[in-house]
């Protein structure tokens, strides 16, 4: 496990890459096997830390031998150069590589951390004279293991810090990521099955950071909850919130969601001021669902079906739920299966509303809700209170429900001395594609003063809460 200083500023350095695991287990003896994996794992760190271990970096032409006095090529960088100007020969290399002229100087970049990709490698050729291979023929049972380690280590640097430095402590994280995955390797052999140790990255409250774990692949959450709450006690974490599940892996900057909804976009908002005003906002992460999305038109009438997507992607996202965000279908026939609606209400175009929004997050999810009534829209700024402590301890997306509209709340800034209040609002009626600047700029995710609802329609929340599980 290793731990990085999580602050917004210097660089992020993340090497990944393969390392074989090759053993072969003559005996059936549990102990002996154990010792047969241990040595493997010692020659591992062995060529870790030998001379033929090769670090490249992700874009760039830079190849560094950090056993080798920190060796670096081209040899312009040297290992008493700044780590955050590998920056400026990543620059440099996709420039060139697209045909233009471009100067090894650069500007420097934002004071935003970012990540720089590294590439785990060996070096395989050797100088001085080859020996000739000798061949020998044994004839013996044995068992023969093959697998990939995945090495996935990040370690976090300062604007001061120099290659050597950042690399001195990249190599102690891969060595220390080693014997972790042993332990896992060791504690989850099953006779002669090895499941792969997985590394994964999670991002603690402040001021913990960026953690490290290995998990062992194909291994359900459900099983490692001990292994959780011992992490827990590790990082004085309370026990009401799942951290360390799978679905709570650090996401990086620079890798794009496969599923291709946009994740946060609040994020890039400057808040609000108010007169001693405070800003209360929904915790983690969550996914844009709005109109048009999925192959699926509901332009005019999926707004709160859209709204519903978004709550279910934020507990799937907090590792709450291992289930994928519902369909219109799903949801509708939901409401079938538990009596709500007749059977002609699947496949149709009939609204829903946050009392529906509560009944399928209870079916499908086990999530409990609260709904709060509003007899007009004037009425919610008053609500101030309420709101803000929803934020502050559930932390979920609001599905707000009125007249024929449905919007998602993802925050208040609150004043309680003067009794201002700005919404956060998520608008599932946008139709465009997945453009963050659009959505931003246009108000599809924006505040919103308390004039945004109409003053004298009804309106009813669901507020749903968070689960206390581990």
């Known amino acids: 496990m290793v731990v990085t200083d999580s602050s917004d500023s210097g660089t992020i350095l993340r090497v990944r890459g393969p390392l074989e695991f090759k053993c072969q287990l003559d ?24 001379e033929s271990c090769v670090l490249t970096v992700c874009d760039s032409s830079l190849i560094i031998w950090p056993n080798k006095g920190v060796y670096v090529t081209p040899e312009e960088i040297t290992p008493n150069t700044l780590c ?11 420039q060139e590589s697209a045909g233009k002229r471009s100067s090894k100087k650069k ?3 934002s004071s935003a951390a970012s990540v720089i990709n590294l590439r785990l490698m060996m070096d395989v050729t050797k100088t001085g004279p080859l020996s000739a291979p000798i061949l020998r023929r044994t004839l013996q049972k044995s068992h023969f293991l093959s697998t990939t380690l995945p090495m996935d280590c990040v370690v976090r640097t300062t604007c001061s810090d120099t290659i050597k430095d950042a690399f001195e402590r990249l190599l102690e994280a891969l060595t220390h990521q080693l014997c972790e995955m042993e332990k896992v390797t060791l504690q989850h052999m099953k006779g002669a099955t090895l499941l792969v140790p997985e590394p994964l990255h999670f991002l603690l409250p402040e001021p913990k950071g960026l953690v490290t774990v290995v998990y062992p692949a194909g291994v359900p959450d459900s099983q490692l909850e001990t292994h959780r709450k011992k992490l827990h006690q590790q990082f004085e974490l309370p026990d009401d919130w799942p951290y360390f599940r799978r679905a709570n892996a650090f996401h990086f ?22 007169d001693n005003g405070k800003v209360y906002l929904v915790q983690g992460i969550y996914s844009y669902h709005h109109y048009m999305q999925d192959h699926m038109d509901d332009n005019g009438w999926g707004c709160a079906y859209r709204s519903l997507q978004t709550i279910c992607s934020w507990f799937t996202q907090q590792g709450y739920v291992e289930r994928a965000v519902p369909t219109h279908r799903e949801i509708q026939q939901t409401l079938v299966d538990v009596g709500d609606k007749q059977g002609s209400f699947v496949g149709s175009r009939q609204w829903i509303g946050s009392i529906e929004v509560q009944v399928v997050l209870n079916q499908l999810l086990e999530v409990t809700s609260k709904i709060m ?24 997306p609001i599905m707000i429900g009125g007249g024929v509209l449905a919007h998602t709340i993802l925050g208040v800034a ?6 201002q209040i700005r919404y956060l609002i998520l608008d599932p009626h946008y139709t465009g594609a997945e453009d963050l600047q659009v959505i931003t700029d246009k108000g599809w995710c924006g505040w919103k003063g308390p004039d945004f609802w109409d003053q004298t329609a009804y309106y009813n929340l669901c507020l749903p809460q968070r689960p206390k599980v581990i």
């Open 27 to 50: 005996s059936t003896d549990a102990l002996l096997m154990q010792k047969v994996i241990s040595r493997t794992f010692a020659t591992l760190h062995s060529q870790v830390k030998s």
């Open 84 to 94: 955050e100007d590998i920056h400026q020969w990543i620059q440099t290399y996709e």
């Open 253 to 274: 900057s620079n890798e794009p969601y496969k599923d291709g909804y946009l994740r946060n976009p609040h994020m890039v908002l400057t808040h609000p001021t108010l």
């Open 107 to 109: 500007n420097k970049k």
């Open 373 to 396: 009534f509003v007899s007009q829209g004037s009425e919610l700024a008053s609500k101030g209170r309420e709101l803000a402590n929803h934020f502050l301890t559930e932390g979920t």
């Open 414 to 419: 609150w004043s309680e001395t003067t009794g």
